[in-house]
């Protein structure tokens, strides 16, 4: 059911039970007391006809905006997907939240694999110094490029240049982009 279907439904109940309520009053109560019952009956029922717009084109912004949302996203995914290079995005803790096919291809593992790991835990540790400096670089909102050697499960090391950039959000950093190449110096293995 698409959003808002079920609150415009509900409306629509409220204002029939509103009308009933009215016709009910008017058939069973005496005269001058149903003035007073009526009014507030009366009242109500203007009010719903005045909001009930309002809330269908509350409802239909919010789907279009829900819609173009979905889009853009989808968008931003193929894009992603269908880079040559590996791409990963970090949260503030350096965590993986995101990696591309071609990323995985170079790590030697699945993209699930990756997310929820940080960059020491896929790397050659001697080369966590580089990590720590290019870390500590983008926590004051530089990027920069290095060279560090990705560690694969099977154990083999490949050379890797990391072009990193800081992920802003609302004016805080809240993580990391990377690109991930592999060395086009270094012999494919």
């Known amino acids: 059911m698409k959003p808002g279907i079920r609150e415009l439904r509900f409306a629509y ?3 029939f039970l509103l009308l009933l309520t009215t016709v009910v009053v008017v058939l069973l109560v005496p005269l001058p007391a149903a003035l007073w019952v009526l009014g507030p009956l009366v009242a109500a029922q203007v009010l719903a006809l005045w909001l009930a717009p309002q809330v269908i084109g509350v409802v239909r912004h919010h789907r279009r905006v829900r819609e173009s949302y979905e889009q853009e996203l989808d968008f931003a995914r193929q894009v992603m997907e269908s880079m040559v290079h590996g791409v990963t995005v970090a949260d ?6 995101y990696a ?21 835990a896929l790397t050659a540790p ?6 720590r400096a290019a870390q500590q670089a983008r926590q004051r909102g530089q990027g920069g490029a290095y060279f560090v050697r990705v560690q694969r499960p099977c154990g083999t090391l490949v050379r890797v240049q990391v072009i990193g950039t800081p992920r802003f959000y609302q004016g805080r950093i809240v993580g ?6 592999p060395d086009a110096t270094e012999p494919s293995s």
Do not use: C, M
Request: aromatic share 12%.
């Open 13 to 15: 109940v409220l204002f």
């Open 92 to 97: 503030k803790h350096g965590q993986f939240v």
């Open 100 to 120: 591309n096919r071609a990323a995985a291809e170079i790590y030697g593992r699945e993209p699930e694999e990756i997310v929820g790991n940080t960059a020491y």
């Open 126 to 131: 001697e080369d966590h110094h580089l990590l």
């Open 176 to 181: 990391s982009f990377a690109a991930v190449v």
